[in-house]
T-cell receptor, first 112, second 107 residues
Framework: DAGITQSPRYKITETGRQVTLMCHQT?????MFWYRQDLGHGLRLIYY???????DKGEVPDGYVVSRSKTENFPLTLESATRSQTSVYFC???????????FGAGTRLSVL | GQNIDQPTEMTATEGAIVQINCTYQ??????LFWYQQHAGEAPTFLSY??LDGLEEKGRFSSFLSRSKGYSYLLLKELQMKDSASYLC????????WGAGTKLIIKP
């Protein structure tokens, strides 16, 4: 299917566990982004990537790790999940850093 | 610092017109986006303004005044399906997002 897909859609985990959220896009967009969305806050940028093997921190990177070995994939790993990381996570892609961003359906993560 | 302000919530009546405001103070500016986000869904692109003035797209219009650091989204002939959050985002290399305005449409 064309577009941008995230998996899983829902995830429940326990504090201290490692969790990986997947993101896959079929447009060959150069830029990919990970955001978290919490009530009362706007979308907050965690990490972004300008191309394969190029990643950079966003506003709230602590506790997260990303990689981008292929243009189409941009996984986000929580190395040791904490309750404060309970959130909705959105992946997005774009042709340019300031261009229209297209979002995946999101992953709702609960850390117990 | 970077700051984007939008009203938290607005209520309007089906068939009416509503204006959602966005004011911003950012260190740089390369355009402004409006996105729509239905509850439990992903944000979707509505409009983009980079020059001053009004951009019209069907029932939706977006206005920008760069000198005032101000934009608004105008929704006409409101329909129940317009109940959603509307997100304003300023381009300053990356997108800087407002917290969004929840629009409630009443019959």
């Amino acid at each position: 299917d064309a577009g941008i897909t995230q998996s899983p859609r829902y995830k429940i985990t326990e504090t201290g566990r490692q969790v990986t959220l997947m993101c896959h896009q079929t447009w060959s967009h150069s830029y990919m982004f990970w955001y978290r969305q919490d009530l009362g806050h706007g979308l907050r940028l965690i990490y972004y990537s300008a191309a394969a093997d190029i990643t950079d921190k966003g506003e709230v990177p602590d506790g997260y790790v990303v990689s981008r070995s292929k243009t189409e994939n941009f996984p986000l790993t929580l190395e040791s999940a904490t309750r404060s990381q309970t959130s909705v996570y959105f992946c997005a892609s774009s042709e340019s850093t300031g261009g229209i961003q297209y979002f995946g359906a999101g992953t709702r993560l609960s850390v117990l | 610092g970077q700051n984007i302000d939008q009203p938290t919530e607005m209520t309007a009546t089906e068939g009416a017109i509503v204006q959602i405001n966005c004011t911003y103070q950012t260190s740089g500016f390369n355009g402004l986006f409006w996105y729509q986000q239905h509850a439990g869904e992903a944000p979707t692109f509505l409009s983009y303004n980079v020059l001053d003035g009004l951009e019209e797209k069907g029932r939706f219009s977006s206005f920008l005044s760069r000198s005032k650091g101000y934009s608004y989204l105008l929704l006409k002939e409101l329909q129940m399906k317009d109940s959603a959050s509307y997100l304003c985002a300023v381009v300053n290399y990356q997108l800087i997002w407002g917290a969004g305005t929840k629009l409630i449409i009443k019959p």
